[in-house]
């Protein structure tokens, strides 16, 4: 299934769509696609739409301390490209839609023609790309068009009304709309950018925005849903998992908690 | 006699393959922003004229250039003369780029800058220039390197900075650039990054080039008037290249001129632990530019090694890739003990203590002085002297194996 699809289903429910964002190694390769797995379901067999299955870089310029921290640990233990895929092929045959994100260095050291072709045929639905934007993409939006990959590329509060449309026109699937101006991570306060970002974006493209960086709550995400098609939570999920870390346990009950505040979020809508 | 290059980069900020900006989306708006100032600055007489006056009365420049007889005698015959970037206010060449890039931040209406540091030369020039122009300034520096260089450290709190010990991934400049990209994306409005080296996205390599194209602009004027002629070869040493990029760019048109650039070779290319990204990097994309990276096959990048700080970077400016590639300048590495014993011989005969760094501009050029002696040629070789070596000191005890004793002691009762 495409992602758009997942937005798609969820729009028809009169709902929000809830991507939960994990990275792949941590704590373990098995460990993160158990973790996945369980944010689909949360404890009531309801949870996230749509999984974004991160790839570790080691230079992650859009991250913050949680996923840098997540993303160095599975470093540490070599995740390799092919645990992504492999990763996506779990999710996939779970029966949720997973997209990738990555780094672009990744898939140009990969190839991005063969990128393409594993992802696709691991089962993911595309890639959202936090280092590459339109501008750089020739090579991925051949590619993406050959094996009918989306393409969610990313738009923020800075970006201007010219850029806004060539960015959402460039994007299949979704467009991810970035709530603040800064890196991901857990944060109190809802973006006041957020909404007027949304409302820009929805000028110019007819594709459902998923809106992501700071959310970290049903409340919050219930909020986002008032105005955008989709939200998009990370560091929230992973600080579920540092707290195993840090206790050495691996009971996932409290991640799949944290998933069901969040799809209960989705359909309440502010 | 000239070759006919085409301007670059190109509107996108390409060199041919390499360059180009991969950066998130909320960075494009500001690097649009700080191009277009840019370009309006450079075409603007009274900020010529304020960048002039800031060289010539604070940092001192022109920088002259010296003639090395007595270390020219261990060169085959060759003679070897030296750029002075050491002369230069904080003791390198970074100030160059600093007082361009901080007067284009006032221009630009920003009332603080942010910078990245390995060794602390370009932090502290950023931190120099901030206090001058009354800028706030806050410098990332990787945890491992604000513990290796604490003096830098203190130096730059003295000047009224901020340092901040960036304490993820490898802890060393690569982490630094990373965490000061973060800050900046959240801090726009008033922020600017000064960016220290020609890599990055574009504009900056662009922009830093042209901020240190003094450098080849005045020494290819001072070898005219004072020894008629071009130097038959140009060597700096390279990082992320911006002594290089600064001694060259005049010199690019100058076909017959050899370029050369010396890369960190640590402790040997095949050991591993260097840090010489042309040579045995490969392509892809790190820090906003495709250029030549440190990396593992899944483009994972590798950690550095060099006994020179400065030159302890996994990658390297775009447009020296593309130099490169064209095969216009020619990249080779030299290793820490090649480096230290430059180190220890201009010092003795020339008395000029060279920054580890530029010491490596030394050796490679010593060494292709003695490729061409070999040849039966007594070739004239111009080097970038980068920077002065103070900083140092410590690094060349430990190598040296010194430890500040004196050679002997006269005078009192026992």
């Given at each position: ?270 | ?147 290796r260089q ?157 006994i020179s700080a ?26 820490d003990a090649?480096?230290m014993?430059?180190l220890e ?11 580890i ?32 070596g103070?900083k140092d000191v410590p690094t060349a005890l430990k190598w040296a194996g010194l430890d500040g004793t ?9």
């Open positions: 299934m495409s992602s758009g699809e997942a937005f798609r289903l969820a729009r028809e429910e009169g709902r929000g769509c809830l991507v939960g964002y994990l990275p792949v190694g941590y704590p373990t390769v098995d460990g993160s696609i158990e973790a996945m797995k369980a944010i689909t379901e949360g404890t009531r067999g309801q949870g996230v739409d749509l999984v974004e299955i991160g790839a570790p870089y080691s230079d992650p310029m859009m991250d913050g301390p949680t996923i840098q921290h997540a993303a160095n640990r599975a470093l540490e233990r070599r995740v390799r490209t092919s645990d992504v895929m492999r990763a996506v092929e779990a999710v996939t045959n779970h029966g949720t839609p997973a997209v990738v994100m990555t780094y672009w260095n990744l898939v140009e050291a990969y190839g991005v023609e063969r990128y393409a072709r594993d992802l696709s045929s691991a089962g993911g639905s595309g890639l959202i790309t936090p280092d590459l934007t339109p501008d750089e993409a020739e090579e991925w939006m051949a590619a993406s068009d050959q094996y009918d990959l989306d393409r969610i590329f990313l738009i923020a509060p800075s970006s201007t009304d010219e850029r806004l449309a060539m960015t959402t026109d460039a994007c299949r699937g979704w467009v991810y709309a970035t709530s603040i101006m800064g890196v991901t991570g857990a944060r109190d306060e809802a973006s006041s950018q957020a909404p007027e970002l949304v409302r820009r974006a929805k000028q110019v493209s007819d594709l459902p925005m998923g809106v992501g960086l700071g959310v970290s709550n049903g409340d919050q995400a219930a909020q986002v849903c008032s105005y955008a098609d989709g939200v998009i939570v990370g560091s929230a999920l992973v600080n579920r998992l540092i707290d195993n870390e840090r206790t050495g346990g691996s009971d996932l009950t409290e991640l799949r908690r944290v998933a069901d505040d969040l799809a209960e979020g989705v359909r309440r809508r502010g | 006699m000239t070759t006919n290059t085409p301007s670059l980069p190109d509107n996108r900020g390409h060199y041919e393959k390499f360059g180009g900006k991969y950066v998130p989306e909320a960075l494009q708006a500001a690097l649009t922003e700080l191009e277009e100032s840019f370009e309006q600055a450079r075409g603007d007489e009274s900020f010529a004229a304020e960048l002039d006056d800031l060289r010539r009365n604070y940092s001192g420049r022109p920088t002259p250039i010296t003639e090395a007889k007595r270390f020219s005698q261990q060169c085959g015959g060759a003679r070897i003369l030296l750029k002075r970037e050491d002369l230069n206010h904080t003791g390198s060449h970074k100030i160059n780029n600093v007082l361009g890039q901080a007067l284009l931040a006032k221009r630009m209406g920003k009332t603080r800058v942010i910078a990245e540091t390995g060794a602390g030369q370009h932090g502290v020039a950023s931190a120099t220039a901030a206090a001058l122009l009354g800028l706030e300034c806050k410098v990332y520096m990787g945890q491992v390197d604000t513990e604490a003096l830098n450290v203190a130096r730059m709190q003295l000047l009224g900075a901020d340092v901040v010990a960036v304490a993820s991934g490898s802890r060393t400049l690569k982490d630094a650039m990373n965490e000061a990209m973060r800050e900046w994306v959240a801090t726009l409005e008033d922020t600017h990054y000064l960016i220290g080296t020609v890599g990055g996205p574009h504009p900056f390599p662009k922009i830093v080039r042209e901020f240190q194209r003094i450098i080849s602009t005045e020494a290819r004027g001072q070898m005219i008037e004072r020894f008629g002629q071009l130097p038959d070869a140009v060597a700096a040493c390279i990082g992320g290249g911006s002594n290089a990029m600064g001694m060259f760019a005049d010199f690019i048109p100058d076909a017959e001129v050899e370029l050369w650039g010396f890369e960190a070779g640590g402790e040997g290319v095949e050991s591993g632990r260097h840090a010489a990204t042309i040579s045995a990097g490969t392509i892809g994309v790190l820090h906003g530019a495709r250029t030549y990276v440190l990396q593992d096959e899944d483009g994972q990048t590798i950690e550095s090694h060099s400065g030159l302890d970077y996994p990658g390297v400016g775009p447009e020296h890739a593309w130099l490169a590639d064209t095969g216009r300048a020619i990249y080779r590495p030299v290793s090649e480096a014993k430059a011989d201009l010092s003795r005969s020339e008395g000029i203590m060279p920054a760094e530029s010491a490596h501009a030394v050796a490679g050029a010593r060494r292709r002085a003695l490729q061409l002696a070999a040849e039966g040629k007594q070739p004239t070789i111009l080097i970038c002297l980068s920077g002065r103070d004196p050679n002997e002691v006269k005078g009192g009762l026992e």
